[in-house]
Structure formats: structure tokens, C-alpha cells
T-cell receptor
Framework: GENVEQHPSTLSVQEGDSAVIKCTYSDSASNYFPWYKQELGKRPQLIIDIRSNVGEKKDQRIAVTLNKTAKHFSLHITETQPEDSAVYFCAAMTTDSWGKLQFGAGTQVVVTP | EAGVTQFPSHSVIEKGQTVTLRCDPISGHDNLYWYRRVMGKEIKFLLHFVKESKQDESGMPNNRFLAERTGGTYSTLKVQPAELEDSGVYFC???????????FGEGSRLTVL
């Protein structure tokens, strides 16, 4: 089955700096890669996703890159703000098994003013 | 539009007791999923309902766990008898028919003493 590894487990950045979270996956059949943000005590929310036919996707200050050959994908947050502090989860899935997400262990991001 | 709601938000029980968790998906969402996060590890898939039918229950840990979705609306997840290792946060998610975004609930935290 699919195995997703996520690094780092914790990340502390100064406000205004960039944050990068990296994930690797094992199943070459995976073709959908969402990222979820979970603020303390709240629900995980989808912030960006990418499909395997795309190498990069941006949405304002966040971007995701995908390297299918190396089986890794990354989340980039630029100009970090205190409200970016949260746990971020990467995940992988095959669209044939929609909804059966394999998550990484999560990255606790702390943005200090 | 109301989001995915879960009840209770936190349950503390003793080993050997029974607990029932409830999930109300977003109205009109045929797909309902259960996930759990144990001990700060990754969020793991438990099972997937399409309406009232179990589409995939490959993630259910053992026969102490029973999920139902009578009438294709809300779902319950019963743990009987509960063991210490069942402690964690149980998340429910729902999505529209097809390949729609998964919307998560805030989770039900289960503590087994």
C-alpha cells in the first residue's frame, strides 16, 4: 500500500520568511496530492492540491511542486504570517480510490513575530 | 451551508466500555469517510460509505469497530469493547458524488483509560 513520509515534524520560522515542507510517497499509482491545514482545535481544511499531470501550482502565498519521477512533493509558503501557524498534512491518493487518502504524519509550523 | 459535524467532541471512557461516535455529513454528500489519528501520528483511513453502503472498509483495525450509516445520512462508529490503543482523534469527512473535495469535521477525541 501507499506510504507517505513528511518532513520536518516541526518548523519554526520568523514572520516574513519562507517555509518548506517536503513529502515523499511510495505508490507510483498515486495521482492526487492534497495539502491540509489544521489550526489548533479546528478541522483539517484543504489549502491546495495538485494532480500528477501538473508540476507546480500556486495560490497567492502558497505553492506546491510535484516531482513524479522522484515521488516527492513539497509545500512552499512565502511571506509567512502568524496566522500560518498550524499543523500541515500532506496526503496522496489514487483517483480510482477517491477519498482513501494516505496522510503524512504532519508538520507543526510556528511563525514567530 | 453547515459543515461536517461530529459528536461528542471529547469522550473519556474506561477500558472495556463502549463508545459511539456520530457524524453528520454535509447535506447532499453521498460519500462519507472515517479516519483516525492516534498518538500524534498520521491520520489513517478507516472506511468509506457511499450512501448507506460500505464501499471500502479496509482500514478498520478489528471487529471491535462497527460503522453504520442507516438511510445514507448520518453515520455512527461504535467501539466495543474499547482498548487503550483506541485512544485518538476520530475524524469524519464527506464529499459529493464523484471526485469532490473532502470536507472534514472537527473530530471526536476518544480517551480510553
Amino acid at each position: 500500500g501507499e506510504n507517505v513520509e513528511q518532513h520536518p515534524s516541526t518548523l519554526s520560522v520568523q514572520e516574513g520568511d519562507s517555509a518548506v515542507i517536503k513529502c515523499t510517497y511510495s505508490d507510483s499509482a498515486s495521482n492526487y496530492f492534497p495539502w491540509y491545514k489544521q489550526e489548533l482545535g479546528k478541522r483539517p481544511q484543504l489549502i491546495i492540491d495538485i494532480r500528477s499531470n501538473v508540476g507546480e501550482k500556486k495560490d497567492q502565498r502558497i505553492a506546491v511542486t510535484l516531482n513524479k519521477t522522484a515521488k516527492h512533493f513539497s509545500l512552499h509558503i512565502t511571506e509567512t504570517q502568524p496566522e500560518d501557524s498550524a499543523v500541515y498534512f500532506c496526503a496522496a491518493m489514487t483517483t480510482d480510490s477517491w477519498g482513501k487518502l494516505q496522510f503524512g504524519a504532519g508538520t507543526q509550523v510556528v511563525v514567530t513575530p | 451551508e453547515a459543515g461536517v459535524t461530529q459528536f461528542p467532541s471529547h469522550s473519556v471512557i474506561e477500558k472495556g466500555q463502549t463508545v459511539t461516535l456520530r457524524c453528520d455529513p454535509i447535506s447532499g454528500h453521498d460519500n462519507l469517510y472515517w479516519y483516525r489519528r492516534v498518538m500524534g501520528k498520521e491520520i489513517k483511513f478507516l472506511l468509506h460509505f457511499v450512501k448507506e453502503s460500505k464501499q471500502d472498509e479496509s482500514g478498520m483495525p478489528n471487529n471491535r469497530f462497527l460503522a453504520e450509516r442507516t438511510g445514507g445520512t448520518y453515520s455512527t462508529l461504535k467501539v466495543q469493547p474499547a482498548e487503550l490503543e483506541d485512544s485518538g482523534v476520530y475524524f469524519c469527512a464527506s464529499s459529493r458524488q464523484g471526485v469532490g473535495e473532502l470536507f472534514f469535521g472537527e473530530g471526536s477525541r476518544l480517551t480510553v483509560l
